[in-house]
Nanobody
Framework: QVQLVESGGGLVQPGGSLRLSCAAS????????MNWHRQAPGKERELVAS????????NYADSVKGRFTISRDNAKNTVYLQMNSLKSEDTAVYYC?????????????WGQGTQVTVSS
């Protein structure tokens, strides 16, 4: 059974930092690319960052480049999102995501989300 459990969200002042974690289980973590998405109130969910299975390749949305860093620890089956220089527009629910081949099709799996609020 695939499980993704996010943690680390909270309230932070503009310019502050947070580190999100996503603990994964139920699939071959080290061979699976992982993604962080976010959804702000009234907006569509957007892809924030991605990392390859081995961690050697990463991609970021333009809005977070230079401020956010995605990383992973395959020994702990965990993916992280380090968020620095946070802005009010980063306020959103952040979701961890894995897309897995089920043998017949790709299926997307999601965590429950963790709220990040950037406010003074």
């Amino acid at each position: 059974q695939v499980q993704l459990v996010e943690s680390g969200g909270g309230l932070v002042q503009p310019g502050g930092s947070l580190r999100l974690s996503c603990a994964a289980s139920g699939f071959s973590f080290s061979s699976t690319a992982m993604n962080w998405h976010r959804q702000a109130p009234g907006k569509e969910r957007e892809l924030v960052a991605s990392i390859s299975g081995a961690g050697g390749s990463t991609n970021y949305a333009d809005s977070v480049k230079g401020r956010f860093t995605i990383s992973r620890d395959n020994a702990k089956n965990t993916v992280y999102l380090q968020m620095n220089s946070l802005k009010s527009e980063d306020t959103a629910v952040y979701y961890c995501n894995a897309n897995l081949w089920t043998g017949r099709r790709w299926s997307g799996y999601w965590g429950q989300g963790t709220q990040v609020t950037v406010s003074s």
